[in-house]
């Protein structure tokens, strides 16, 4: 059975990977994340895992590349300087279907920034930081029990997928101490990759069976694996045809675009008869829940909706629980503006506005109200 433990966030993200299956991790220490790898140097080598100090973050996503390939499930943990070393490296996991998990554990920026303060400027980071046409999934926890729940499910979307995933938390989330119920992987789903299972010599490393994902072997398996960062075939081998580029680059796409509804994942609070519902993610969507509950002491009908999903954006979700009298939304977040831009790409017809704050510190409840005033009048 599992144990209730009082964590950090950052300790309960490596509780979950731990719980999910994972046995590797290679990181390099940056504030506000070290507590990760701290916490995966003393949780992995009792289960049988390894953890690997790296001399840098492109190294430490190669090296949780290679793990994954090796068959062990794999992470890592950084910020958002840290975040941008590894995009070369996170683009060659898209491409070769890598199964891994990236905890970003977001600061000010940008470039070295507010090394040791609040905010959440990684949201485009993490959708679009690595380059060429692609798609990635992105979980944002909200407590420290989800840094922990929130991480077994990247696993196993990662898993499911066979993709990167990243779970984007902040500086606060990462440091806040909350009781957590630590399961057992007993009590969990835990989603394991799919392995091949014909002959050997029919095998084709980036062949999708029918859901659109190939089944993936590991090296030194009786199957031989290919893994190819270029442009390339179902056999592994470089394929630079015009008809494989737009078939492959569709799949890789589809694969997690298409099923938006299993990934996507939302939390609603007093949205049944909300005229104005505040959007938001991380420590921001605790604020923004206080200030719902202040709003309506006031007779202000608001409501708030939290996204567990961060990418890809979680639109039919949110579309579901907006009802017909839903006049405007207000996107919370500690950055000059970043996914409010999704959030008026896909809801034109309605009035978006934006609440946002870059100064280091936590957006509060009470400033969310007073922007909440001003936009309901």
């Given at each position: 059975?599992?144990?209730?433990?009082?964590?950090?966030?950052n300790?309960?993200?490596?509780?979950?990977a731990?719980?999910?299956?994972?046995?590797?991790?290679?990181g390099?220490?940056?504030?506000?994340?070290?507590?990760?790898?701290?916490a995966?140097?003393?949780?992995?080598?009792?289960?049988?895992?390894?953890?690997?100090?790296?001399?840098?973050?492109i190294?430490?996503?190669?090296?949780?590349?290679?793990?994954?390939?090796?068959?062990?499930?794999?992470?890592?943990?950084t910020?958002g300087?840290?975040?941008?070393?590894?995009?070369?490296n996170?683009?060659m996991?898209i491409?070769?279907?890598?199964?891994?998990?990236?905890?970003?554990?977001?600061?000010?920026?940008?470039s070295?920034?507010?090394?040791?303060?609040q905010?959440q400027?990684?949201?485009?980071?993490c959708?679009?930081?690595?380059?060429?046409?692609?798609t990635?999934?992105?979980?944002t926890?909200?407590s420290?029990?989800?840094?922990?729940?929130?991480?077994?499910?990247?696993?196993?979307?990662?898993?499911?997928?066979r993709?990167p995933?990243?779970?984007?938390?902040?500086k606060?989330?990462?440091?806040?101490r909350?009781?957590?119920?630590?399961?057992?992987?007993?009590?969990l789903?835990?989603?394991?990759?799919?392995?091949p299972?014909?002959p050997?010599?029919?095998?084709k490393?980036?062949?999708?069976?029918a859901?659109?994902?190939?089944?993936?072997?590991?090296?030194?398996?009786?199957?031989?694996?290919?893994?190819?960062?270029?442009m390339?075939?179902e056999?592994?081998?470089?394929?630079?045809s015009?008809q494989?580029?737009?078939?492959?680059?569709?799949?890789?796409?589809?694969?997690?675009?298409?099923?938006?509804?299993?990934?996507?994942?939302i939390?609603t609070?007093?949205?049944?008869?909300?005229?104005?519902v505040?959007i938001?993610?991380?420590?921001?969507?605790?604020?923004?829940?206080?200030?719902?509950t202040?709003?309506?002491q006031?007779?202000?009908?608001?409501?708030?909706?939290?996204?567990?999903?961060l990418?890809p954006f979680?639109a039919?979700?949110?579309?579901e629980?907006?009802?017909?009298q839903?006049r405007?939304?207000?996107?919370a977040?500690?950055n000059?503006g970043?996914?409010?831009l999704?959030?008026?790409?896909?809801?034109?017809?309605?009035?978006?506005?934006?609440v946002?704050k870059w100064?280091?510190?936590?957006?509060l409840?009470?400033e969310?109200?007073?922007?909440?005033?001003e936009?309901?009048k």
């Amino acid at each position: 059975m599992g144990k209730i433990k009082f964590l950090q966030g950052n300790y309960a993200c490596c509780e979950g990977a731990v719980a999910a299956g994972a046995r590797f991790y290679a990181g390099y220490p940056i504030t506000p994340s070290s507590e990760v790898a701290q916490a995966a140097s003393e949780m992995l080598p009792p289960v049988g895992g390894y953890y690997v100090q790296m001399e840098d973050e492109i190294a430490s996503m190669a090296a949780i590349v290679g793990a994954s390939l090796s068959g062990l499930k794999s992470f890592t943990a950084t910020s958002g300087p840290g975040l941008s070393l590894m995009q070369e490296n996170l683009g060659m996991a898209i491409m070769g279907e890598v199964p891994c998990v990236i905890i970003d554990v977001a600061r000010g920026g940008p470039s070295t920034g507010l090394a040791t303060k609040q905010a959440q400027g990684d949201v485009m980071n993490c959708r679009w930081g690595t380059h060429g046409d692609h798609t990635i999934i992105v979980v944002t926890p909200s407590s420290v029990q989800e840094c922990f729940d929130l991480t077994v499910r990247a696993f196993n979307l990662s898993e499911k997928y066979r993709t990167p995933v990243i779970v984007l938390t902040d500086k606060t989330i990462g440091h806040l101490r909350e009781k957590v119920d630590v399961k057992d992987p007993s009590e969990l789903e835990i989603v394991d990759r799919k392995k091949p299972t014909g002959p050997p010599e029919d095998y084709k490393p980036y062949r999708p069976d029918a859901d659109g994902i190939p089944p993936l072997a590991a090296y030194g398996d009786r199957h031989l694996l290919r893994i190819n960062s270029s442009m390339h075939g179902e056999e592994g081998f470089i394929n630079q045809s015009p008809q494989n580029a737009t078939a492959l680059n569709t799949r890789l796409y589809d694969k997690i675009e298409n099923n938006i509804m299993d990934i996507g994942q939302i939390k609603t609070f007093q949205t049944e008869d909300a005229e104005t519902v505040i959007i938001s993610f991380g420590i921001s969507a605790r604020s923004a829940a206080r200030a719902v509950t202040l709003a309506r002491q006031e007779g202000i009908k608001a409501g708030a909706i939290q996204l567990q999903t961060l990418w890809p954006f979680p639109a039919p979700h949110i579309k579901e629980v907006l009802g017909p009298q839903v006049r405007r939304l207000l996107v919370a977040e500690m950055n000059m503006g970043q996914l409010i831009l999704e959030v008026e790409r896909v809801f034109k017809g309605l009035d978006v506005y934006g609440v946002n704050k870059w100064s280091g510190e936590d957006l509060l409840p009470r400033e969310i109200l007073v922007r909440l005033k001003e936009v309901s009048k």
